[in-house]
């Protein structure tokens, strides 16, 4: 495993540094997903059920950009600490293909918050399909390499839900990325709404989350809390997210309370 992983590289995927991946076809992927006009609708239109309707955090444009970030911030740290993918590779497909899942499955994975947010993951899968096999064709030439592309895209998809169980280490990416969307930001229009549900309020209270490689792990997630009330997102939320992830011997998770005259939770450690 690597230990001189600059941490803000960590935090952020930028197409033009180092990566421990092959990332040339991720970066045309992600210009044209970036770029498409029906995907861009998709992502702001699927924030009016969870959130215009039911007062509930962000589901929409930059919650999607956060979670792809963070889940290519995963895989680089977990391949620099020579993680096994077996998504891609189960497949015949390549390892540049591992990437291009994660990217595709995050940019598509809450789509079916249009039809609505009760089991939405369900719903994602017809809507990511369709959009799939217009987007593939630009990229794969191959019928096979398109259908099994496909095949792994929803799978990860699916396996953001927590009661599914992901079968590849790319859908375990997916979802631990999903839970690690969790700071304030997330909620603010859901609060500034009068909405003051457990996930709202909890979501206030995490100042901040980064990514960078571990000591003993290859990857090491630190919160910063403001307030007990976050320990709801990390306890619960991301807890039940990291659990039959396949990633859970791969991340330590340290939460940290910095308010001073909060002593309830001073630091939590999954
Ligand atoms: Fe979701
Ligand atoms: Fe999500």
């Not at 603010?188 to 995490?206: E, H, K, L």
């Amino acid at each position: 495993m690597s230990e001189d992983v600059p941490t803000a590289a960590s935090r952020t995927y930028e197409p033009d540094s180092d990566h421990a991946f092959p990332d040339e076809r991720l970066n045309r992927v992600l210009e044209f997903v970036e770029n498409d006009p029906e995907i861009s609708v998709y992502l702001d239109a699927q924030n009016v059920n969870p959130v215009t309707r039911m007062r509930y955090n962000d589901h929409g444009t930059q919650h999607v950009a956060i979670v792809r970030n963070r889940a290519l911030c995963l895989y680089d740290l977990l391949k620099r600490g020579n993680v096994a993918f077996n998504g891609a590779r189960d497949q015949g497909l390549d390892e540049a293909d591992e990437s291009v899942i994660i990217a595709l499955a995050a940019t598509l994975h809450d789509i079916g918050h249009v039809v609505h947010r009760e089991d939405h993951p369900y719903y994602s899968i017809p809507l990511a399909a369709d959009v799939l096999d217009r987007v593939l064709p630009d990229f794969y030439d191959d019928i096979g390499d398109r259908v099994r592309l496909k095949g792994e895209v929803l799978h990860a998809i699916l396996c953001h839900h927590t009661p599914e169980t992901p079968l590849t280490t790319e859908a375990g990416v997916l979802r631990v990325a999903d839970a690690l969307d969790m700071e304030r930001g997330r909620s603010r229009n859901p609060y500034d709404r009068g909405g003051r549900g457990i996930n709202t309020v909890s979501s206030q209270a995490i100042r901040d989350v980064t990514l960078e490689a571990g000591e003993s792990v290859p990857v090491l997630v630190e919160i910063e809390m403001t307030n007990a009330a976050g320990v709801f997102q990390v306890d619960s939320l991301l807890k039940a997210k990291l659990d039959d992830s396949g990633l859970e011997e791969f991340v330590r998770i340290v939460a940290l309370n910095s308010a001073d005259n909060d002593r309830i939770v001073e630091r939590l450690e999954l």
